[in-house]
């Protein structure tokens, strides 16, 4: 099937290209912007369906999200079950902020029980988020760049800060985390682990690890 570049081919939505490209224009405009990020908090199950069986639920977990949205929001699907909603300013120009409310609706909806195979699947969301302030007088590079020494805020930068706020909370449903400077050293500090241990794999083969039972527990029941 033939798909606009920037585009994802399951549900019409947006791909991460595109995400980023709205995401630049944005920043590059000066105007703040709410990155969410949102994912099953048991994306696993979808591993027991079959392919077009998992599309379904895609489809539908992004039917779910899309339905509340305000307009001029943007919604994309940046990975297999993560999607990421795009607010501007104009979306959230109200006398409180709407993301928590949004967030529970969305939550809510998503809870809604998904026929598949042969059965009622039921997921849950986990949710990042991050929000790049407004810059009203941007540096020669755009890209968010203020005037002075401040820090450039990219897109890219903008997508990652709302995805590692993800990670913390992505096995606990209906959490929800907002990107806090810690969770960046947490995220440089794992990779840095995860290098040190390949590096000593690679170096060594005969110390490689044989995982016999990795278990995986729901954390909202508890079951294993």
């Known amino acids: 099937m033939c798909c606009h570049v920037g585009t994802d081919p399951l549900t019409g939505l947006p791909d991460r290209a595109g995400l980023l490209a709205r995401l630049t224009e944005a920043l590059d405009l000066g105007r703040p912007a709410t990155v969410i990020c949102l994912r099953p908090t048991r ?3 979808l591993d027991q ?3 077009a069986e998992g599309d379904v639920v895609v489809g539908e977990l992004a039917h779910r999200i899309g339905a509340w949205l305000p307009p001029g929001a943007g919604l994309a699907r940046i990975a297999d ?3 990421a909603i795009h607010l501007s300013a104009e979306d959230t120009r109200t006398g409180s902020d709407p993301v928590p409310g949004l967030i529970r609706a969305i939550m809510r909806a998503a809870e809604a ?3 598949a195979h042969h059965g009622r699947l039921r997921l849950s969301l986990a949710a990042g988020i991050t929000t ?3 810059s009203d007088h941007l540096g020669a590079g755009g890209c968010g760049q203020p005037v002075g020494d401040g820090p450039v805020l990219t ?3 903008l997508l990652l800060q709302a995805t ?3 990670s913390t909370v992505a096995a606990v449903p209906l959490a929800v985390a907002v990107f806090t400077p810690w969770m960046r050293r947490d995220h440089m500090a794992r990779l840095a682990l995860q290098e040190s241990v390949a ?3 690679r170096a060594d083969p005969a110390t490689g690890v044989d995982v016999l039972f990795e278990p995986v527990v729901d954390l909202g029941s508890g079951h294993l």
């Open 132 to 134: 790049a302030p407004r």
């Open 81 to 83: 079950t993560t999607f």
């Open 43 to 45: 994306a696993h199950l």
């Open 199 to 201: 590096q000593t794999l």
């Open 113 to 115: 029980p998904v026929t």
């Open 155 to 157: 897109a890219d930068e």
């Open 49 to 51: 369906l079959t392919a």
């Open 164 to 166: 590692m706020a993800l």
